[in-house]
């Protein structure tokens, strides 16, 4: 571990060096261009802006800041020794140990090296460290100590006589030096009277194999074993000590640990042999969780802390849930005392669901249960019972009791979580209900009460949940609500209200389940007139809001479902302690909260119960400097910057960059250096020149793009703020200048002007030359025209020109005396009204056939309207001039010519040859009789005819019935056949039964025969009705089932247990985070089709051509409600893609069967049903990632 002067922490492992920056990693591996010799890295050291590197099977490389590329050092000096497994330096040497070999004494400024090869025990150096020119030498047989001055080194003696391996050496900042054994612990060594002398510190280790030191700058010491991590303070003798716990997720990751690290802002870094880093911020130790530990008897009986009450003596009651029932704690010691609920016991506990509880001025505790009512615990160690019996009767009117208070007239108030509150007074037997005036506003306290609070002014506060805040005035006996007004701004911002705090200052501040923190503005008589809310959206941890204490300074802390927040009650100024405090309880209860004699705020959650020292709170922390990790041009990444004039520059380093003609995308990636918390700081970024608006962007998305960015200078500024911080930023500045191509520069755009105004000569000269081609086409296409014309004069035809693109028509020698021609018509519709009807649609349908393209050309005669109402014979003729691709026609042309006089001569041709018809069917009279003979079988066989193709119609249909027939038939068929088989096996049986030749050879043959025939009939059964639903349309009842409670943790490894068939076929993994305590109220059936169809969906889409991709689901509060994050490291999408992908039918492989309904589905269940959102974001080649809100299904504790 190593961390370089920009604040990048390196991690060598075995398969890369890792340069890390809070969130993602650039690996450094042997294949690729960055000049590294071998992927197992064994010793890493910082110099100036370089970095030292010691591989397995690589030598010794160097990684230049400059460059940000690694070359080999000392090549020829180190010809078959590879292997560096220690390094340590001073102002003008580098000292590597060479396995093996010996020690490299390496010149920084010459080059020239060095291999010291004596004493012997220099070839198995296993560690190195330098200081006040003293080299330490730990090696596998001795430890050295070398000063640089000296031609030799001196061997330390142990004070036992014996020389064990060395495995880790480290000096102090006051020169003593420490030392790890390989299997005998920790040694120290300092100078006494010039000598070398060596103890054995007290320190209580973990384990005495010894694998890494650390001195931090306190001068404590950090030993990491082969068992865990342990601090010993070298003056006070005081040992911590730090192993991996499985169930928490703050423990140290593992529990060999190799490698120590303390970095620029003091934090410890544990790199593990198989749980990867561990961070510990050593300023985080006024945050404690107590919780359930396996085997440990002194810890809690199980996490979840649903009620708090806090002694004088320090001691602590507590009530915990999933059975720990009533538990006497001391943060010291552990539990003390434990009771429970003993169903033969009428004196026990009576319920181990403790919701409440009270220390009353006599001395006496109250208990308040979730089912068993109220108790009050004597001092033999029995309980006293209050409770509603079975037949209604009984002290109190339900068993539910969630709160407890005493006023100061010792009068007993008691919340119920379904049915208000009741009163008991000092002197009373009886529970009565709040006493109220006939004229009170209000005549009843409704709902689930979460606490009573008397102010300074008398009045009585009550946190009603869902009905609001309640205030109760003694002496009237008046009682008033305060509830949400959506019309209302200065009205509660939601209706359960959940805990209640008078500060010091006389503010009053009320917790709701939703609506974040409230701060209630009173008037002179002490009645709400506005309430403010502070929200998530303000910083607030959490919007549902479970406890709340004022610390000594004034501040108030919330404890929420999410965490816990330090509010400034007169700055405003919110801190949320995040995951560098160490593990907190979280999802923190309704009430359990309390300050302890001591000052410690004790909160209970889900978790356990937290501690919280706010005496030890560390200042807020400052603001990581913002650096520049990427650039890429049209998405190609580079790996440094080239400006003229300066030196290459990484871009790490950039302060200026140039970006060559050509590229239409510019992206930067960019990262502030906290490895606290990370995924909390805010980026914003700009760039100068091209707009001025500041723009954010998530912790997990620390990029920008610019496309198409004109030439010019620009400036890069990226700023980080963190939630608490507001109004602070650190920000980081980089020149961009964006050069112009060639042909925009002022020699090209001189030649441009002298290209221009030669081509402008030669379009001129071209453009005369045409126009007297032009005049000349003109001239001979008047005079072409002028020859049709009198052509068509001659003719007496009309020639007409249909555009069909524009609608126009166009006539040349309209014929005289037609309507048309004396009232032109403005469409077809209009033309075709002035021809006779009797031609008229056939005459629509010819033209329509020729337009199509199923007619070479169109010809009819019919009949048009003369102007003096008789009609007239015309022949039309036409040919299309241009169709399209689909070969309609675009243009029509033709003639239309009068026809009426060769129409009437033909008339008379007509009824001549019926008068010579007539004449010669008179002579032939019985030729006639032949003929209606003739037309008769005609007839005969025209009917015939239509008979056949109806048998065929019917012989088609019969072949269809047919094959559905077959089709069912067959495998019915085979079901029948099966059965009959099995008929005639069971007479035979039953004929050898009767026959007593019944033996268990034909017995055994029978069971075969049974079991065989009976697969084959249920094979083929069901065969049958998979062919008759593909013949018959069904509907398909989609209806969910009814809403229930489950665990969201259970329930989604259900939904992957049912893909486990899908998913065996591919190498995808699928991942799951959820916290297993985490309960939902909602429709797991829906839940059920989502999950389903997005895993479906990366499947089929996603995964296209990936061999092995990764899905991963996450699910967490948000306020009330779940957010599910479902993402893979797919394919992904582009945007067109990404905005239709939840339309109903759309799909990207309709070819291959898709339906295009599954996203449509989901989105239909999340956003109807569940009444929540849906989000996607996707890239190409960045997979999809899909946000699910589902509101108010999270069951509060």
Known sequence: LAQDDLGFVWVGTQDGLNRFDGLQSQLFRRDDDSGMTDNHILSLLVDGQDLWVGTQAGGLLRHRGASDRFETVAGSSLSGATMIPALAQDSRHLYAAVAGRGLLRLDKSSGQAELLEDPPSLRFIQSLDLRQDVLAIGTRDELLWWPTDADAPQAVRFSEGQSPTVSVVRFATDGQLWVGLSEDGLRRVQIDGGRLQISKPPAALSSPQVRSLLIDRRGRVWVGSESGLTRFDPLTGESVQARHDPDSETSLPANRVPALLEDAEGLIWAGTWTGGLGIYRPDSEAVQLYRRFIDVPPSLPANPVRALLAEDDGRLWLGVLEGGGLVHFDPRQGVLERFQHDADDPHSLPDNRVEALLRRRDGSLWIGTGNGGLARLRADGRF??????????????????????????????????????????????????????????????????????????????????????????????????????????????????????????????????????????????????????????????????????????????????????????????????????????????????????????????????????????????????????????????????????????????????????????????????????????????????????????????????????????YQLELRVSRPGQEGQFAEHAVDFVVLAPLWRRPLAQLAYVIAALLLGYLFWHRFERRRERDQAAQLALRDSEERLKLALWGSGDELWDLDLENGRLHRENPLPGLMVTQHPPDSIEAYLEQVHAEEREAIRTAFLEHVRGQRDHYEFTYRGLATDGSWRWLLARGRSVRRDAQGHALRVAGTVRDVSESKANEDALKRFADELESRVEARTADHRLAIAQLKRTVEELTLTQRQLVESEKMASLGQLVAGVAHEINTPIGIGVTAASHLQHEAAQLQQALRDGRLGKVALEHFVETATSSAHLVLANLARASDLVRSFKQVAVDQSSEQKRSFLLGEYLDEILLSLRPRLKRSRHQVEVECDPRLSVSTYPGALYQIIVNLVINSLVHGFNGIDIGHIHIRAQVDGEGVLLQYRDDGVGMDDGTRQRIFDPFFTTRRTEGGSGLGMHLVFNLVTQLLKGSIECTSAPGQGVRFEVRLPGVVEMP
């Open 384 to 713: 006293e019972r209050f409770r509603r019996l079975a037949d209604g009767s009984g002290e109190l009117p339900s068993n539910a009791v969630v709160s407890l208070y005493e006023d100061d007239a010792q009068t007993l108030w008691v919340g119920f979580s379904d049915l208000g509150l009741v009163q008991r007074c000092v002197d009373c037997a009886d529970f009565a209900p709040l006493p109220l005036a006939e004229d009170s506003p209000v005549q009843q306290v409704l709902g689930r009460i979460n606490q009573v609070l008397r102010s300074r002014d008398g009045y009585y506060w009550i946190a009603g949940m869902p009905n609001g805040l309640y205030r109760y005035d003694p002496l009237r006996q008046h009682l008033l609500r305060y509830s949400r007004n959506p019309d209302d701004p200065a009205s509660p911002s939601h209706d359960s209200i959940t805990v209640l705090v008078e500060d010091r200052r006389g503010r009053l501040w009320a917790g709701t389940q939703g609506g974040g923190l409230l701060q209630v503005e009173r008037d002179d008589q002490g009645q709400a007139i506005g309430f403010s809310a502070i929200t998530r959206a303000d910083g607030l941890s959490g919007d549902a809001v479970g406890g709340l204490l004022e610390a000594s300074d004034g501040a108030i802390w919330a404890a929420t479902i999410s965490g816990l927040t330090r509010v400034d009650p007169v700055s405003g100024a919110l801190r949320n302690l995040d995951a560098s405090f160490g593990e907190l309880a979280r999802g923190y209860f309704i009430g359990a909260a309390a300050v302890g004699p001591d000052g410690v705020h004790y909160f209970g959650g889900l978790r356990g119960l937290t501690a919280l020292r706010p005496a030890l709170m560390p200042p807020a922390r400052g603001l990581p400097a913002v650096r520049l990790t990427g650039i890429a041009l049209d998405n190609t990444p580079i790996a440094a910057v080239a400006v003229p004039g300066l030196p290459i520059q990484p871009v790490v380093r950039a302060t200026r960059v140039l970006v060559p003609p050509g590229y239409g995308m510019v992206g930067v990636e960019f990262a502030a250096l906290d490895y606290l918390a990370p995924e909390a700081l805010r980026y914003e970024y700009r760039l100068r020149g091209l707009d001025d608006t500041w723009l954010s962007t998530p912790a997990n998305r620390r990029y920008a793009a610019f496309t198409r960015l004109p030439a010019g200078q």
